[in-house]
C-alpha cells in the first residue's frame, strides 16, 4: 500500500496537436509509475532540458502527458530497499526522470531505489536543488579536468555560460578550490555578480564567438563549457597545449566547427560530460563530495524561488538563454 495521497499537485505539460499545454493538475497516486521509493518532494529545479520538455519543437518529452522536473529533493515517506530508509533525505536527478518517466515538478514522486542518491549532513535539500542537474554536471565537469591534472596552479580557467545553471556552479567551485577562474558572458549586468561569485577576469560573449584562427595563443590550463555553437571552437583554439575542455552542452548550439589543429598540433583534449547515465555509485560519490570539498561559494544564495504555478515564466527564460542563477521549484512541503 503507498504512503503516496490518492491525489497531489503537479505540474503536467501535455501536447495537444502541436502545442503544449501546461499548467498545474491534480494528479492520480496511481498514475505514477512503479518503484522503490516514494518522495515527498520538497524541492526541484529549473534545467534547460525542462524547459525544452515543455515546448512542442523540443525534442525531450518521451511520454505525453508528462510531468517535467529532471531532478528533485525531499523527504523518503516509503521504501522497501532497506539502503534508504523512511525520513531520510535525498535527491534523484537524470536516468529518465522528467524525460520518458514523471519527474520532479509534484507533490510526491515514486522513483527506484537504483535512482536514489540519500544525501549525507551537511547538505539540505534546498541546498541540493540549488546545486540541481546542471550544478551536479559543473562538479562532473571540474572533476573529469582534476583527474587529468588540472591544480589551482596550473593557470588560469574559463567558464562559459557563466550566469547559467553550469557555468555559474562551475565558476562557484573552482573559486572554492582556489583556482583563477574566467567568465564568458552575454550579460554585462551579470558581471558584478560573477564577480562576486569568484570570476578574476571576464571576456564577453561576443569576444569568444567571433570567427578566429585555427590556433590562437595558449592561453587556458582548462576550461568548463556549456554552450558550445561558436564558443567551444574559441575555446578549442587558445587552450594551452595538453589541457582540456570539460563539454556539456548546447545552449549556443549544437553543430561544432573546428579543426583538427588543437588536437594534433597542442594534444588539447575534448572531455564530453554525460550525467543523465553516471552510474549510480559514482553519483553518490559526487554529492558526497559536493557537500565537501566540492561544495560550491554562496551556496543557494543565487537562486529564484518559485511554486508550481509561476513555472510557465523560467521554463521559457531558460529557453531564451536569459538565466541568471538557478530556479528553485518550491513543492508542497518545502522546508529544508
Ligand atoms: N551533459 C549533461 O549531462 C548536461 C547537464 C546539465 C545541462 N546540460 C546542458 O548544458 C547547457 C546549459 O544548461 P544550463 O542549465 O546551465 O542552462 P542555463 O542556465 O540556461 O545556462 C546557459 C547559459 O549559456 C549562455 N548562453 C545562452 N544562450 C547562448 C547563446 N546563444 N550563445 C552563447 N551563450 C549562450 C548564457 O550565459 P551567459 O549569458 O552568461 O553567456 C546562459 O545563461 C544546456 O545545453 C543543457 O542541456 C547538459
Redesign the pocket.
Known amino acids: 500500500m503507498s504512503a503516496i495521497p490518492a491525489s497531489f499537485r503537479a505540474y503536467v505539460a501535455e501536447k495537444v496537436d502541436d502545442r503544449v499545454e501546461r499548467g498545474v493538475r491534480t494528479f492520480a497516486e496511481a498514475d505514477l509509475p512503479p518503484g522503490e521509493v516514494e518522495i515527498r518532494v520538497a524541492w526541484s529545479s529549473?534545467?534547460?532540458?525542462d524547459?525544452?520538455a515543455t515546448r512542442a519543437d523540443g525534442r525531450v518529452a518521451r511520454i505525453n502527458p508528462l510531468v517535467p522536473g529532471?531532478d528533485l529533493a525531499g523527504e523518503v515517506v516509503s521504501s522497501t530497499d532497506r539502503s534508504i530508509p523512511r525520513g531520510a533525505t535525498v535527491v534523484a536527478h537524470?536516468y529518465e526522470l522528467g524525460v520518458s518517466r514523471h519527474g520532479g515538478y509534484a507533490d510526491y514522486q515514486r522513483v527506484p531505489a537504483g535512482w536514489v542518491v540519500p544525501l549525507v549532513a551537511g547538505l539540505s535539500a534546498r541546498e541540493a536543488m540549488a546545486i540541481?542537474?546542471?550544478g551536479?554536471?559543473?562538479a562532473?565537469s571540474v572533476v573529469a579536468l582534476e583527474d587529468r591534472g588540472l591544480q589551482p596552479d596550473s593557470g588560469p580557467v574559463l567558464v562559459?555560460?557563466?550566469?547559467?545553471?553550469?557555468?555559474?556552479?562551475a565558476l562557484a567551485i573552482l573559486a572554492a578550490r582556489g583556482y583563477e577562474v574566467w567568465?564568458?558572458?552575454?550579460?554585462d549586468d551579470?558581471v558584478p555578480r560573477?564577480r562576486q561569485l569568484g570570476a578574476s577576469g571576464i571576456l564577453t560573449?561576443d569576444e569568444?564567438?567571433a570567427p578566429g584562427r585555427p590556433l590562437e595563443s595558449e592561453r587556458w590550463a582548462g576550461a568548463v563549457d556549456?554552450?558550445?555553437?561558436?564558443?567551444l571552437p574559441y575555446v578549442l583554439r587558445t587552450l594551452r597545449t595538453g589541457a582540456a575542455v570539460a563539454?556539456?552542452?548546447?545552449?549556443?548550439?549544437a553543430a561544432l566547427e573546428t579543426t583538427v589543429f588543437p588536437f594534433i598540433l597542442r594534444g588539447v583534449a575534448l572531455l564530453?560530460?554525460?550525467?543523465?547515465n553516471?552510474p549510480i555509485g559514482r553519483r553518490r560519490e559526487l554529492w558526497d563530495r559536493l557537500a565537501t570539498d566540492l561544495r560550491p561559494a554562496e551556496l543557494g544564495v543565487h537562486v529564484t524561488e518559485v511554486g508550481l504555478d509561476e513555472l510557465d515564466g523560467p521554463l521559457d527564460?531558460?529557453?531564451?538563454?536569459?538565466?541568471?542563477?538557478?530556479w528553485l521549484v518550491r513543492l508542497g512541503r518545502a522546508d529544508g
Open positions: 529549473v534545467n534547460y532540458k524547459g525544452l529532471i537524470g540541481g542537474t546542471a551536479f554536471t559543473a562532473m562559459t555560460g557563466a550566469s547559467g545553471g553550469v557555468g555559474g556552479t567568465a564568458v558572458t552575454g550579460k551579470e560573477l560573449r569568444v564567438t556549456a554552450v558550445g555553437g561558436a564558443t563539454s556539456s552542452g548546447n545552449a549556443g548550439g564530453g560530460m554525460d550525467s543523465v553516471m527564460a531558460i529557453v531564451a538563454g536569459s538565466a541568471r542563477g538557478r
